[in-house]
């Protein structure tokens, strides 16, 4: 069964400044990798997701995520962080075939201070 | 085009009641997940439906049930709620069966609270 661990339960960055959020996975294959953002009492919005290709992801928002397979890692980066971005981010993986449902880690907080 | 719908959007139940919750997919979404988000154990899969079918189901307790309706609405139920049933529940669709997770669009959730 596939896992996901976020090493960060809270981070703090200054506005302006880069972020790069961690995300380990554990999957007997090649993983369906996403990145949610949520913010306080709302749903799920997706910023980007990995299937197959290029390692290195576009998202939304100004985000990338790069998929390195030796290091099981899908790490989450922006190069300069703004105060809209305070939010709680989510890293997901699935199965590329099957009905195996999404795992989610168990989030990051950012906090952006001035 | 309009998004998922979560109806009731707050919910407060009293211990022993019953709960149903609602979603509503995007117009021509067929798959229908429900997870449960609390703070401590994060969120969690409930289940999954696809044209009227439960396709997989989560570690839940029986008393957690759901259903889909052939215009690809679903309903949860919680029976005999506890106290631990507080969470947020969100819901998400997407076009197809699978793999799950593929285009998910989800809910803004409905919050229970259960006193």
């Known amino acids: 069964a596939q896992s996901v661990t976020q090493p960060d339960i809270h981070i703090t960055v200054s506005e302006g400044a880069s972020l790069e959020l961690r995300c380990n996975y554990s999957y007997g294959a090649t993983p369906y990798l996403f990145w949610y953002v949520q913010s306080p009492g709302q749903g799920l919005q997706l910023l980007l997701k990995y299937f197959s290709g290029d390692t290195l992801v576009q998202g939304i928002k100004g985000f990338e995520a790069e998929f390195k397979r030796s290091q099981s890692s899908f790490n989450l980066r922006k190069p300069s962080v703004h105060w809209s971005d305070a939010a709680e981010y989510f890293c997901?993986?699935?199965?590329?075939?099957?009905?195996?449902?999404?795992?989610f880690g168990k989030g990051t907080r950012l906090s952006v201070i001035a | 085009k309009a998004g998922v719908t979560q109806t009731p959007r707050y919910l407060i139940k009293t211990r022993g009641q019953q709960v149903t919750l609602s979603c509503s997919p995007i117009?021509?979404?067929?798959?229908v997940s429900w997870y449960q988000q609390t703070p401590g154990q994060g969120l969690q899969f409930l289940f999954e439906y696809f044209s009227e079918t439960q396709r997989n189901k989560g570690n839940f307790p029986g008393r957690f049930s759901g259903r889909q309706f052939s215009n690809s609405r679903s309903e949860m139920n919680v029976s005999t709620l506890e106290l631990g049933d507080s969470a947020l529940y969100l819901c998400a669709s997407q076009v197809g069966a699978s793999p799950p997770g593929y285009g998910y669009t989800f809910g803004s959730g409905t919050r229970l609270t259960v006193v």
């Open positions: 117009s021509g979404h067929r798959s």
């Open positions: 997901a993986v699935g199965a590329n075939s099957g009905n195996t449902p999404l795992v």
